[in-house]
Antibody, heavy 122, light 107 residues
């Protein structure tokens, strides 16, 4: 079955960086993009950006584009999201999700990884 | 950026009730609207994509409709497992944006 498995929880100090991994299985990795979505505790969902599984092309939300990097390793079917200069308000669950595309041009996220809690605290 | 306004933010209902959750886009997004369900401690799961297409494996009591920039998720007869938080999301243009969520609670 199609599955995304993320790396474990992280605790970081303000100013540090974190790198979260997302290992895909059950489908051809290069045929789909991966989006990253975060959710602060008790809050809503925020799309962070997207990376193509085919050529590594990326798109980011403007507020994060100076601090985030997204990469892929097609040899291991793994996507990575690195966030730098961490602040306390970056504390959140970080999810990867496969972006499914329909012929008519609709996009949706399915499935999602299980989430990785990143805690930023001094 | 496209703003998605979801209502209500919370809703109390009983098993067997019919429930509607609404999402309004700040501009035209055609039918590029998805609905997700999230249970506590779990990742979101897609229910409806392209405004009205039911994701494989999702019960038929879930349905989606649209009227201009207004979109509605309907649960025809609430079941105990449906009590969760629901989010709409536009995929018309990046940055993709979500509604603020609707928490559906047991009355």
């Amino acid at each position: 079955q199609v599955q995304l498995v993320q790396s474990g929880p992280e605790v970081k100090k303000p100013g540090a960086s974190v790198k979260v991994s997302c290992k895909a299985s059950g489908y051809t990795f290069s045929a789909y993009g991966i989006s990253w979505v975060r959710q602060a505790p008790g809050q809503g969902l925020e799309w962070m950006g997207w990376i193509s599984g085919h050529n590594g092309k990326t798109k980011f939300v403007q507020k994060l584009q100076d601090r985030v990097t997204m990469t892929t390793d097609t040899s291991t079917s793994t996507a990575y999201m690195e966030l730098r200069s961490l602040r306390s308000d970056d504390t959140a669950f970080y999810y990867c999700a496969r972006e499914v595309v329909e012929v008519a041009g609709s996009y949706w996220f399915d499935p999602w990884g299980q989430g990785t809690l990143v805690t930023v605290s001094s | 950026d496209i703003q998605m306004t979801q209502s209500p933010s919370s809703l109390s209902a009983s098993v067997g009730d019919r429930v509607n959750i609404t999402c309004r886009a700040s501009q035209s997004i055609s039918s590029y609207l998805n609905w997700y369900q999230q249970k506590p401690g779990k990742a979101p799961k897609v229910l409806i994509y392209a405004a009205s297409s039911l994701q494989s494996g999702v019960p038929s009591r879930f349905s989606g409709s649209e009227s201009g920039t207004d979109f509605t998720l309907t649960i025809s007869s609430l079941q105990p497992e449906d009590f969760a938080t629901y989010y709409c999301q536009q995929s018309y243009s990046t940055p993709y944006t979500f509604g603020q969520g609707t928490k559906l609670e047991i009355k």
